[in-house]
Structure formats: structure tokens, C-alpha cells
Antibody, heavy 120, light 106 residues
Framework: QVQLQESGPGLVKPSQTLSLTCTVSGGSISSGGYYWSWIRQHPGKGLEWIGYIYYSGSTYYNPSLKSRVTILVDTSKNQLSLKLSSVTAADTAVYYC????????????WGQGTMVTVSS | IQLTQSPSSLSASVGDRVTITCRASQGISSYLAWYQQKPGKAPKLLIYAASTLQSGVPSTFSGSGSGTDFTLTISSLQPEDFATYYCQQLNSYPPTFGQGTKVEIK
């Protein structure tokens, strides 16, 4: 059974770069057939898709965040990562990684999420 | 593409039939999914392709619609169904979510 687990600092200072890792267990990212996404949820608010990466390394980012986002994949470690630069308090949120099968595009497996607070 | 859910919240009793609506700002064919989220937990996929039930999801959940208007129906509300529900469009990037509908106990 595939599981996703996010990890990273829970507190980031304004203007710095937020860095998170998502470790995939029970399945291999390099087997293909899935988009691996980052999604965030501001406290008490709805869901915002940040971007995805395919095992080949191809990416697509939300235009609203594109200038600040980098998503990478490390197939040797079976991990994907998120970097969000120049963070502000508006980036405070729970960050999830999620898997979407290529045919459907719906997010069928999610990590538990990790809360990141941007504050000095 | 903007998704508007209605109502934003509702109160219902165990055993009630509940319907949640999601309207897209432009046609999205059947590229719509529904999720359930409980407090402090990640969303859970219920339905994709507008009406296909995700494996393991009770048959009390059903989805319908195409184009711009979609519905999620819970035929008989169970205690574990009290949660917030989100629709999501997969027709075009970026994927977007509705604002959510909170289902509370009456």
C-alpha cells in the first residue's frame, strides 16, 4: 500500500525559502503512471494546488506561484521535494503531497500534511 | 476555472439524504472529483470522473453531472460522514477546488 509522508521545518522566516520533502513508500515513483503533486491549505481555508512532477522530471506549476516554486524528484530516494522562495505570512499553510493517476488526474493518495508557519 | 459550491454549510441528521452542488465557471465535461475532509486530516477521494466511485468508498455516496453543473449525493447520512466536502476540476491546469461545504450534525 502506497503511503506518502511529508517532512521539513515547521517554521520559516519571512523572505527565506520553504523546503519540504515527500517520501513515498510501498511503491516506486519511477514506475510511472502518476503525477506527484504538492497542495496546500491555508488555516481554515480551502485547497490550493501548487504543482506536479512526473517521474521523468517534467513539471507544471500553478501560474500564481510559478515564479517562486521548484519541484524536484529523486527517484533513487523515492522522494519529491518542494521549494518555495521569498515566503511571506501568506504562505503559512498545511502542505500536502499527493498522487494522481495519469488517466484520472484525481488525487487518490495523500500524505498526512505538514504545517508550515512563516514568522520571524 | 472557478468552482462554486452550495451550500457553504448545512445541518442534517443521521439517515438524511444530502445533496451538495458544484458549479464550474466554464464547461469541464466530466472532469470533476469530490473529496471528504475531516478536521486535522488530509482530504480523501470519494468520486472521480464526476460519477465513478473510488474503491472502498461506501455506495451511499454518488456523483452526477457534466458540463458546468455537478452534484454529490449522500443517500443516507452516517455519523462518520460529518465532514467538509470539496469538488475539484481536472479539465484544465491549474486544477482548482471549490470552497468547500461543511456538513454538520443537526
Amino acid at each position: 500500500q502506497v503511503q506518502l509522508q511529508e517532512s521539513g521545518p515547521g517554521l520559516v522566516k519571512p523572505s527565506q525559502t520553504l523546503s519540504l520533502t515527500c517520501t513515498v513508500s510501498g511503491g516506486s515513483i519511477s514506475s510511472g503512471g502518476y503525477y506527484w503533486s504538492w497542495i496546500r491549505q491555508h488555516p481554515g481555508k480551502g485547497l490550493e494546488w501548487i504543482g506536479y512532477i512526473y517521474y521523468s522530471g517534467s513539471t507544471y506549476y500553478n501560474p500564481s506561484l510559478k515564479s517562486r516554486v521548484t519541484i524536484l524528484v529523486d527517484t533513487s530516494k523515492n522522494q519529491l521535494s518542494l521549494k518555495l522562495s521569498s515566503v511571506t505570512a501568506a504562505d503559512t499553510a498545511v502542505y500536502y503531497c499527493a498522487r494522481a493517476p495519469v488517466p484520472t488526474g484525481a488525487f487518490d493518495i495523500w500524505g498526512q500534511g505538514t504545517m508550515v508557519t512563516v514568522s520571524s | 476555472i472557478q468552482l462554486t459550491q452550495s451550500p457553504s454549510s448545512l445541518s442534517a441528521s443521521v439517515g438524511d439524504r444530502v445533496t451538495i452542488t458544484c458549479r464550474a465557471s466554464q464547461g469541464i465535461s466530466s472532469y470533476l472529483a469530490w473529496y471528504q475532509q475531516k478536521p486535522g486530516k488530509a482530504p480523501k477521494l470519494l468520486i472521480y470522473a464526476a460519477s465513478t466511485l473510488q474503491s472502498g468508498v461506501p455506495s451511499t455516496f454518488s456523483g452526477s453531472g457534466s458540463g458546468t453543473d455537478f452534484t454529490l449525493t449522500i443517500s443516507s447520512l452516517q455519523p462518520e460522514d460529518f465532514a467538509t466536502y470539496y469538488c475539484q476540476q481536472l479539465n484544465s491546469y491549474p486544477p482548482t477546488f471549490g470552497q468547500g461545504t461543511k456538513v454538520e450534525i443537526k
